[in-house]
C-alpha cells in the first residue's frame, strides 16, 4: 500500500535559521511528487511537483529534491511568515490520476 | 478567477441529518477532487471527477456520501445520516489535465461539525 510518512511532526526555528522537512515515501511506481503549504483553517496551497529523482525546484527561500525514496523541503533563512504544516503527498502508478496520498505534515513554527 | 470556492464555510448539524456542500472550480479547470481532513491528519481522498464523469471514488465514499458535478462545472457532495465520525474538512480542489506540474488547486473547505 503507498504511504508517505513525514518528519519531524513538529519543528521551531528561529529566524535566519535554516532547515530541512523530510518526507519518505513508499509507491508502487511514483508518479509524481506534491509538496503544499497549508495554514490554519485554510486548504493547501500548492508549492511544487517533482517527477524523477534527481529532480529539483526552488521558489524564494525554499527548494525541493527528490530521490527514489524520499524529498527534502530545504528553508533557508527562514521568516515568521514561513510558519505552517508543510504537506507532501505522492500519486503512485497504481492509482488513477485523481488520488494523492498525504503526509500528515510538518508544523513548522519560525520566531523572531 | 478568484480559485476555488466552497460553500458554505462551516456547517453544524445534528446527528442523523441531511447535509450538502457545493465547490466551484478554477473554470478552465476539467479535474476536481473531493477531500477529508481531520484535525492533524492530511488531507485523504474521497473522489475525482474528469468533466461531468466520475472516475473514482474511495472506499471512505461508504453509501451515504455521494458527489456530482452536472454539466463538468459545479459539484455537489452530500451527506445523508449524518454520524459524528463525519464531522471534518471538506476540501475541494480542481486541477487542468494538461498542466499537471501546476498541482491542485484547493479551496478553504468547508468544517462540518455534527453534534
Known amino acids: 500500500e503507498d504511504q508517505v510518512t513525514q518528519s519531524p511532526e513538529a519543528l521551531r526555528l528561529q529566524e535566519g535559521e535554516s532547515s530541512s522537512l523530510n518526507c519518505s515515501y513508499t509507491?508502487?511506481?511514483?508518479?509524481?511528487l506534491f509538496w503544499y503549504r497549508q495554514d490554519p483553517g485554510k486548504g493547501p496551497e500548492f508549492l511544487f511537483t517533482l517527477y524523477s529523482a534527481g529532480e529539483e525546484k526552488e521558489k524564494e527561500r525554499l527548494k525541493a529534491t527528490l530521490t527514489k525514496k524520499e524529498s527534502f523541503l530545504h528553508i533557508t533563512a527562514p521568516k515568521p511568515e514561513d510558519s505552517a504544516t508543510y504537506l507532501c503527498?505522492?500519486?503512485?502508478?497504481?492509482?488513477?490520476?485523481?488520488?494523492?496520498?498525504f503526509g500528515r505534515g510538518t508544523q513548522l513554527t519560525v520566531w523572531p | 478567477d478568484t480559485g476555488v470556492s466552497q460553500d458554505p464555510r462551516h456547517k453544524i448539524t445534528k446527528r442523523g441529518q441531511n447535509v450538502t456542500f457545493r465547490c466551484d472550480p478554477i473554470s478552465e479547470h476539467n479535474r476536481l477532487y473531493w477531500y477529508r481532513q481531520t484535525l492533524g491528519q492530511g488531507p485523504e481522498f474521497l473522489t475525482y471527477f474528469q468533466n461531468e464523469a466520475q472516475l473514482e471514488k474511495s472506499r471512505l465514499l461508504s453509501d451515504r456520501f455521494s458527489a456530482e458535478r452536472p454539466k463538468g462545472s459545479f459539484s455537489t457532495l452530500e451527506i445523508q445520516r449524518t454520524e459524528q465520525g463525519d464531522s471534518a474538512m471538506y476540501l475541494c480542489?480542481?486541477?487542468?489535465?494538461?498542466?499537471?506540474?501546476?498541482?491542485?488547486?484547493f479551496g478553504s473547505g468547508t468544517r462540518l461539525t455534527v453534534v
Open positions: 503527498a505522492v500519486r503512485s502508478r497504481g492509482s488513477t490520476l485523481g488520488r494523492l496520498y
Open positions: 480542489a480542481s486541477s487542468s489535465a494538461d498542466r499537471d506540474n501546476y498541482g491542485y488547486t
Open positions: 509507491v508502487s511506481g511514483l508518479r509524481g
